[in-house]
């Protein structure tokens, strides 16, 4: 088995990725998303790529998958139908939730509080209780648990949580009640805290257990499908960038709620530390909306909780930040205003945007890139041809709306508003979080994140803008080139004076054998396992904790408590120097190596750019018309330097070089885009 298969989609588009493993050579496909069923897409845009490559599917020795089906169901609100059980007294769990209301002053007025992912009539009380040291306060009452599962039974229930105080310190409880509810709700998948997120917080770790029994009854039937349609062992990736069997990834489906982005980080660094950057920006952008993430030494940040929709759990994920703000991003200009906006409403795959030829009437930025030029008249290496009139005659509507003397303004403003929104998203991974964009290179990947690159560059200051080889199936490339990972962790509250090196070293040990085993049992070697650690650490009397990273080699209480005061002081700008610093949770993850893929790097070919040049078009940049030189990327070698105006057309994705910028080929193939001044 000699090829690697990745495969992302996306809300527009579905991405194949086919690596020789010996060779290095990649085979790429994008075909339309099929939104009904995503399969369909999926297993088109393999028909594509093998052919390409000339081989069948039985050369193919693995399939790795970023998917999004677990995200749609909780953003589409169709999900399975959830029982809960808690402990006696605490059945309100999810109506109370916290107190916490999304907007600004008074926002609530205006805020339609969610559902819970489990109704009130399908929670059930377990008469029982755990002591917070685990000892046993109530015993379970059995026969009356099994007549309220019955009652659960008869009301349809298609998955089943299980979330009891205290069931972080000790699973016993939870433990028989599963094992009871396999007796009395047979066929029915159960979820259990003590496993899904072993850690203190009853509403954190509740709400994560129901969305995990939210979601498992249509990603276990979605990877079972995909299984037997391909035949392959089928992985998936995790939120946080790790690679999951299709089997875990069915137990514990919450953790791959952010599967798509994370990919797309994945294959951002593995771009960018080959062409010698390992502090950047990330910035996919798709037909639906826009990915932003950062990145320091090589390392995404990792954060403690995901985010979808309204609905935000305790599971381990890349800190991508999200807007609405893509390719099918629709533009309008409302009658009251008369300001022009864009997104977060989008056209999708189906109708499209009116380039596309396929009844879209709402102009986007597709569109608006097409009045300005910057597109090839073909997408997708032919799958899609642009309606240049059409994308005309939608843009009209906006320069109408705002009595503008030209389309071209219209298309231009729509460009810089979108421009804008993504350079907020970019503020609130840098900016916000303490760091100065300047200090990073910025990534550019997606079908239409290399068109907005440059422009991105100018408004934060990151340079160079990397635009990495096949941008537009960036994101399979990262599901195809990440190694396994696996994470455990437990709450073990304790003030640093109740604790000694020792005791700390023992705690993280045990935690390791945990992720270390899971690693095993999938084939990987332990002497090939890479082990990192984390804590969770307070100031007592704190209300919330910071994640600190460590080295158990070199690890003692005292280096980890400044490690704890220099993240405080970063982020708060003070310490609380009286007071003892506390031990909240520890974590362990356990990850594999990434796969052995040869990398081809381009010949030398000089500064001169002219073979690949294709021809010439006029495009329309700051207020007016200018020649571009269009460049094939396929033809460009290491050395080229390519200068603004520029447009560099492959298969999946288009590159726009402003004037006073020029673009700098990479042996590794990457783009490199400077101002001139600094190129």
Sequence with gaps: MRYRLGVDVGGTFTDVLLIDEDSGDSFRAKTPSTPHDQSVGILTGIEKVCASAGTGLDAIGQVLHGTTVATNAILEGKGSRVGLVTTAGFRQVLQIARSFVPGGLAGWIIWPKPEPLAALEHTVEAIERIGADGSVVTPLDEDDLRQKLRGLRAAGIEALAVALINAYVTSRHEDRIAEIAAEELPGVPVSVSSRVLPELREYERTITTVANGYVQPQVASYLENMGRKIGKKLYVLRSDGGLASAETATANPVSMLLSGPAGGVSGAVWAATRAGFSDLLTFDMGGTSTDVALVQGGVPRIGRETTVGDLTVRSA????????????????????????????????????????????????????????????????????????????????????????????????????????????????????????????????????????????????????????????????????????????ARTYIRRFSELTDDEVRGLFGELAEQAIATLEAEGVPRADQTLTYQADLRYHGQGFEITVSLDLADFSLAALGAAFDAEHERLFSFLLDKNEHELVSARAAATGPRPHVRTPELPDGGADPAPALRTTTTIYVGGAAAEARVYDRGKLLAGNVVTGPAIVTEMDSTTLVLPGHAATVHPSGSLLIRPVSEA
């Design 317 to 488: 994920s890349v800190d991508v930040r999200t807007v609405g703000a893509g390719g099918g991003s629709i533009a309008h200009v409302p009658a009251l205003t008369r300001a022009l906006r864009v997104g977060p409403q989008s056209a999708g795959a189906d109708p499209g945007p009116a380039a596309y030829g396929k009844g879209g009437a709402e102009p986007t930025v597709t569109d608006a890139n097409v009045v300005l030029g910057y597109l090839p008249s073909q997408l997708a290496g032919g799958e899609i041809d642009l309606d240049r009139e059409a994308a005309r005659a939608a843009v009209v509507r906006v320069q109408d709306g705002m009595g503008l003397g030209s389309v071209e303004a219209a298309a231009a403003g729509i460009v810089d508003i979108v421009n804008e929104n993504m350079f907020g998203a970019l503020r609130l991974v840098s900016v916000q979080q303490g760091y100065d964009p300047r200090d990073f290179a910025l990534v550019a990947f997606g079908g239409a994140g290399p068109l907005h690159a440059n422009a991105l560059g100018k408004l934060t200051g990151a340079w160079p803008v990397i635009i990495p080889p096949s941008p537009g199936v960036l994101c399979a490339y990262g599901d195809a080139t990440t190694g396994l990972r696996d994470e455990a």
